[in-house]
């Protein structure tokens, strides 16, 4: 137990060298490289390499929000959309683009920004070729290929 207050890493992994305090960490940890999945999910077909993934995963289906805003009545599912949620209140936007300085509260929002100065198009529509900025915007595309009746 005191290895984890040292720091000491007795176990060490051989495919990259990372060091671990105790053998389950390792044990777990090497399972990032097999790519073995045991644990499976009774819901659909999905399958995780660590236990409590799987348990965190299982909210999706039973619905369970166990992290609730302190400012305003709405809930979440992880800790992680509590903390972007929080954003909303307090008003940070931790991800700045390096060319305008703009900022944003998601990386996700950021890198969809910085696609306006690289002009990067990564989604394309199979039907007609067209490219675009942001999934949304050809998933709206797609919808006019099939009201318009032509197949997909």
Do not use: W
């Not at 389950?24 to 660590?50: I, M, N, R, V, W």
């Not at 999706?60 to 509590?82: A, W």
């Amino acid at each position: 137990h005191m290895r984890i207050h040292t720091g000491e890493n007795l176990y060490q992994c051989n495919q990259c060298n990372k060091g671990f305090t105790q053998k389950h960490h390792l044990l777990s940890h090497q399972l990032t490289h097999t790519g073995e999945k045991p644990y499976h999910c009774s819901q659909c077909d999905k399958a995780f390499s660590h236990s409590n993934t799987l348990n965190v995963h299982m909210r999706t289906h039973n619905g369970v929000k166990p992290y609730q805003c302190s400012r305003c009545e709405k809930v979440f599912t992880y800790s992680s959309s509590l903390k972007t949620h929080m954003r909303t209140h307090t008003g940070e936007k931790p991800y700045q683009c390096s060319q305008c300085n703009k900022s944003f509260t998601e990386k996700s929002y950021l890198i969809s920004h910085q696609r306006t100065h690289t002009g990067e198009k990564p989604y394309h529509c199979n039907k007609c070729g067209k490219a675009f900025t942001k999934s949304k915007n050809l998933y709206t595309h797609m919808r006019r290929h099939i009201h318009s009746g032509e197949p997909i």
